[in-house]
């Protein structure tokens, strides 16, 4: 088992940027690492995953717009979200599973945050 402590949500115009934090209680080297997000009223849907290989993916609706990376110093997981829309609009969390590869479904994630929120306005 691995807590998790999201930070830098918050509320930012269309076109804006933010970088979200998930902070490790333990090394994350043995993990995959994966953002995902809820919109009010919608089902979670994957952001970005980085597999213990430093391999990157990405939903398509963020494609080109926002960056996951980690710092294994820190053990700290981050996303880079820039020319956010209001669509983007969401809480966000962090998840992590001790495997080689990553999925795109929540369920198969066993350690999550608590979340932090983005509201990007018009």
């Known amino acids: 088992q691995v807590q998790l402590v999201e930070s830098g949500g918050g509320s930012v115009q269309a076109g804006g940027s933010l970088r979200l934090s998930c902070a490790a209680s333990r090394p994350s080297n043995k993990y995959c690492m994966a953002w995902f997000r809820q919109a009010p009223g919608r089902e979670r849907e994957g952001v970005a995953t980085?597999?213990?290989?430093?391999?990157?993916d990405y939903a398509d609706s963020v494609k080109g717009r926002f960056t996951i990376s980690k710092d294994n110093v820190k053990n700290v997981l981050y996303l880079q979200m820039n020319s956010l829309k209001p669509e983007d609009t969401a809480m966000y969390y962090c998840?992590?599973?001790?495997?080689?590869?990553?999925?795109?479904?929540?369920?198969?994630?066993?350690?999550w945050g608590q979340g932090t929120q983005v509201t990007v306005s018009s």
């Open positions: 998840a992590a599973e001790v495997a080689f590869g990553c999925s795109w479904s929540g369920g198969w994630y066993s350690n």
């Open positions: 980085l597999t213990r290989n430093d391999y990157t």
